[in-house]
């Protein structure tokens, strides 16, 4: 449920775009997810499936970057070729752009998930990412050596996730794979002492992933 003053925000928000000739198009959905209660039994059950179908997970391999961006850039843009919004661009454009050539720096092995089926092909990924909005709030917009160290030290205090992008190959959709990755991502944040993970951002229409989403431990979403 959103707060009286998040409703307030999104209306005054709304109001001024309106008097400059524009109109909201679409919503985009954050969700919060609540991790201090059990996990969902569901989600311990399709991993459980997932795995007696001989899929194997493992994290991104940060020291074979080439290989890994090999199969996971063509994922993502097939992936994401169907969402609202989605621009065409080519395979070289996205290696060199959007921060794909700094992956090995971001990428967390216990939080980039890729799914493999039993012959050892990726079919599948989650990327989730230790919530980086925490150190860099504490930078206060300065950089220098300095914010460098403070944002190294505030990384090791991060108590929040955020759930980014999930991919899955059609031919493998429907089979539980989805569930059974949020399951290993937030056993993962559970190890590490998160409260929550943040989690969007869902396109309005996208009712499958809300529905998904809403029945595990979410306690709130806003509109952005």
Same mark, same amino acid.
């Given at each position: 449920m959103l707060s009286d003053n998040l409703k307030l925000k999104i209306y005054n928000l709304d109001h001024k775009i309106e008097r400059y000739g524009m109109k909201k198009c679409r919503d985009q959905l954050v969700y919060y997810l609540d991790l201090s209660p059990p996990i969902p039994q569901y989600l311990k059950d399709a991993a459980e499936k997932v795995e007696k179908m001989g899929v194997k997970i493992r994290? /991104?391999?940060r020291?074979?970057? $080439?290989?890994?961006?090999? @199969? @996971?850039? =063509?994922?993502?843009m097939k992936t994401f070729s169907f969402h609202w919004g989605y621009v065409d661009v080519p395979e070289e454009e996205v290696k060199t752009r959007f921060g794909i050539k700094q992956i090995r720096w971001v990428a967390d092995p216990g939080l980039f998930l890729v799914a493999?089926? =039993?012959?050892?092909?990726p079919i599948a990924f989650?990327? !989730? !990412? =230790?919530? /980086?909005n925490q150190p860099i709030k504490k930078l206060n917009g300065k950089l220098g050596?300095?914010?460098?160290?403070?944002?190294?030290?505030? !990384?090791?205090?991060?108590?929040?996730?955020?759930?980014?992008?999930? $991919?899955?190959?059609?031919?493998?959709?429907g089979k539980n794979l989805g569930s059974a990755m949020n399951y290993w991502t937030m056993l993962e944040m559970k190890k590490r002492?998160?409260?929550g993970a943040e989690c969007g951002w869902i396109d309005e229409k996208n009712i499958a992933s809300q529905k998904t989403i809403e029945k595990t431990n979410e306690i709130g979403r806003a509109h952005v």
């Open positions: 994290g /991104f391999n020291l074979k970057v $080439g290989d890994e961006l090999r @199969w @996971w850039i =063509p994922m993502m493999e089926s =039993p012959e050892g092909e989650k990327w !989730t !990412t =230790p919530d /980086f050596i300095i914010g460098y160290l403070k944002f190294f030290y505030y !990384t090791k205090k991060i108590n929040r996730g955020r759930f980014n992008f999930v $991919g899955i190959k059609k031919e493998w959709q002492n998160y409260s």
